[in-house]
């Protein structure tokens, strides 16, 4: 069987004391195996889900019978969209516990199959009754969901209007029954009441499980910059491409190209006034008198001579 790599500080006692009570039905070594593949699963989950799938599936090799194994691979399928495996895996669990704490992800999976009007039915199991608090608020949601994905809005914003989100009391599920609800006024056009709502779940919502702030300020017209990439755009300097470096240093051998001739000019210059001067020693006073036509020769000469 082909292994994923493990870091060193992953023991295998990480993992929830239950958890760790059911494996305790394995061999020492393999109950260690399967709970170091598990801690793995719930590090990866969120931020990686596939390779989080990866971990389960090696733990599901090793202990295909143990309900916790079952129900983690199930988890690690629901994240990476995986309905039909997730919810293979979540009716083994249950058949494993006869527990119905795992009845709303289980619906859940059957709007990820395209089926809402499953979930709906799910909704309105006897199962339902069962489960606490926390799960019935999860029930709500996946209803509401189910509603939405049949194009019923008006049924959604009613499914989700319940004590538990009138209430004022803020608990583990106020910020997302809060923001679904935000969510489906908006999408049936009524903004007013979807920014308030919006508004309760940011007041709600103390570890950031929702983007209500980013919603709420989207709806307020507010935008974010990221001052960051703004302060390192202008201060790094634009890259010059290779045909711009390579004109510039054309221009610059084709000035020190200009200096060169400019100094063979002046030398050359400088040869002829020598020149000049010897003859005028040699030539009698009256012959240094030069005619208007030279003059204007030599200004001519001048003038063709390039600037140094």
């Given at each position: 069987m082909k292994r994923l790599p493990i870091p060193d500080d992953v023991t295998g006692e990480e993992i929830d004391k239950d958890v760790r009570q059911e494996l305790q039905s394995l061999p020492k070594g393999l109950a260690e195996d399967v709970s170091r593949n598990l801690v793995m699963v719930a590090r990866l989950i969120?931020?990686?889900?596939?390779?989080?799938?990866?971990y389960s599936k090696i733990a599901l090799r090793l202990a295909l019978r143990v309900a916790a194994v079952r129900e983690a691979a199930g988890f690690a399928a629901y994240a990476s969209q995986k309905y039909s495996e997730a919810l293979a895996e979540f009716r083994a669990a249950r058949r494993m516990t006869g527990s119905v704490e795992l009845w709303p992800v289980m619906a859940d999976c059957e709007r990820g199959l395209g089926r809402?009007?499953?979930a709906l039915d799910m909704a309105g199991a006897p199962e339902v009754q069962k489960l606490d608090k926390a799960s019935q608020v999860e029930m709500r949601l996946v209803a509401a969901g189910a509603r939405r994905d049949m194009g019923q809005l008006d049924a959604a914003i009613v499914t989700l209007q319940s004590p538990e989100l009138a209430s004022n009391s803020v608990q583990p599920w106020t910020a997302r029954l809060r923001y679904a609800y935000a969510d489906a006024l908006l999408a049936a056009g009524r903004e007013g009441e979807a920014r308030e709502w919006f508004a309760k779940a940011v007041e709600s919502d103390k570890d950031g499980s929702t983007d209500a702030s980013d919603r709420l300020a989207e709806l307020d017209g507010v935008e974010f910059v990221d001052v960051?990439?703004?302060?390192?755009?202008e201060t790094e300097p634009e890259a010059k491409s290779e045909p711009?470096?390579?004109?510039e240093s054309k221009d610059e051998f084709d000035d020190e190209d200009e200096d060169d001739d400019e100094f063979e000019i002046d030398d050359e210059e400088d040869g002829d006034e020598e020149d000049e001067a010897d003859a005028e020693d040699e030539t009698p006073q009256?012959?240094?008198?030069?005619?208007?036509?030279?003059?204007?020769d030599d200004e001519d000469e001048?003038?063709?001579?390039?600037?140094?």
């Amino acid at each position: 069987m082909k292994r994923l790599p493990i870091p060193d500080d992953v023991t295998g006692e990480e993992i929830d004391k239950d958890v760790r009570q059911e494996l305790q039905s394995l061999p020492k070594g393999l109950a260690e195996d399967v709970s170091r593949n598990l801690v793995m699963v719930a590090r990866l989950i969120d931020e990686d889900p596939e390779g989080a799938y990866a971990y389960s599936k090696i733990a599901l090799r090793l202990a295909l019978r143990v309900a916790a194994v079952r129900e983690a691979a199930g988890f690690a399928a629901y994240a990476s969209q995986k309905y039909s495996e997730a919810l293979a895996e979540f009716r083994a669990a249950r058949r494993m516990t006869g527990s119905v704490e795992l009845w709303p992800v289980m619906a859940d999976c059957e709007r990820g199959l395209g089926r809402p009007e499953k979930a709906l039915d799910m909704a309105g199991a006897p199962e339902v009754q069962k489960l606490d608090k926390a799960s019935q608020v999860e029930m709500r949601l996946v209803a509401a969901g189910a509603r939405r994905d049949m194009g019923q809005l008006d049924a959604a914003i009613v499914t989700l209007q319940s004590p538990e989100l009138a209430s004022n009391s803020v608990q583990p599920w106020t910020a997302r029954l809060r923001y679904a609800y935000a969510d489906a006024l908006l999408a049936a056009g009524r903004e007013g009441e979807a920014r308030e709502w919006f508004a309760k779940a940011v007041e709600s919502d103390k570890d950031g499980s929702t983007d209500a702030s980013d919603r709420l300020a989207e709806l307020d017209g507010v935008e974010f910059v990221d001052v960051l990439v703004e302060d390192e755009d202008e201060t790094e300097p634009e890259a010059k491409s290779e045909p711009e470096i390579e004109s510039e240093s054309k221009d610059e051998f084709d000035d020190e190209d200009e200096d060169d001739d400019e100094f063979e000019i002046d030398d050359e210059e400088d040869g002829d006034e020598e020149d000049e001067a010897d003859a005028e020693d040699e030539t009698p006073q009256a012959a240094q008198v030069p005619v208007d036509g030279d003059v204007e020769d030599d200004e001519d000469e001048e003038d063709d001579a390039p600037q140094s």
